[in-house]
């Protein structure tokens, strides 16, 4: 089974029941992918898992964010009975994006995360439509495919697309880098935001 906006509701919050069955939460966990784009509403597509950006906790009343790997035990335990339960693939709760902590974050980012509760132990914190867009450029110029047509699902205007570029362009300092950013703007018809590059 695939995650889609028909079942991440309710898959989500049979991790909360595991989670509070450990006896553990609150956990807040911040989402990017393809399974934000489709709670958000902002792509229509099944996705085979949830990318665990970061884990986040209150700091003296503000959001800090802390990689989500190694994940705990108990965590791991609950997601893995969910997954059986659902006929999910293997890791379908992972953190695979959380090296992008340290490469850093779109300006504002966790100004603009969008929090939706599954429970009393489950909180996600979905990267906002212009951090996504910005998260998909940069996947879309470093693996193409489907993060392309996320992309432009995704609908950027001009501004937002400069500025995701601005951003992409302090991921990789690389000129090749740079030469299939702007290739893949102008096949996008973002030529005037390569052209401002």
């Not at 509070?20 to 898992?49: F, S």
């Not at 992972?94 to 009393?120: E, F, K, M």
């Amino acid at each position: 089974m695939k995650l889609s906006a028909d079942n991440i509701d309710a898959i989500l919050a049979a991790l909360d029941g595991q989670i509070r069955l450990r006896g553990e939460g609150p956990l807040r966990a911040v989402v990017c992918g393809g399974t934000a784009l489709a709670v958000l509403g902002l792509v229509d597509r099944a996705t085979k898992d949830v990318d665990v950006l970061a884990f986040a906790r209150e700091r003296e009343g503000e959001i800090a964010l802390e990689k989500a790997s190694p994940m705990p035990a108990w965590l791991e335990d609950a997601a893995e009975r969910v997954g059986r339960d659902f006929s999910l693939p293997p890791g379908w709760f992972n953190a695979g994006p959380t090296g992008q902590l340290d490469l850093g974050l779109p300006d504002g980012c966790i100004g603009r995360l969008v929090s939706i509760r599954y429970g009393h132990a489950l909180e996600v914190l979905y990267l906002h439509r212009i951090d996504q867009i910005h998260f998909k450029l940069f996947a879309a110029v470093d693996r193409g495919g489907y993060h392309v047509q996320d992309l432009l699902a995704l609908g950027p205007n001009v501004d937002e697309m400069t500025a995701a570029a601005r951003w992409v362009l302090t991921q990789d300092v690389s000129v090749p880098f740079r030469e299939l950013l702007c290739q893949l703007l102008a096949r996008t018809g973002h030529e005037q935001v390569a052209e401002g590059l």
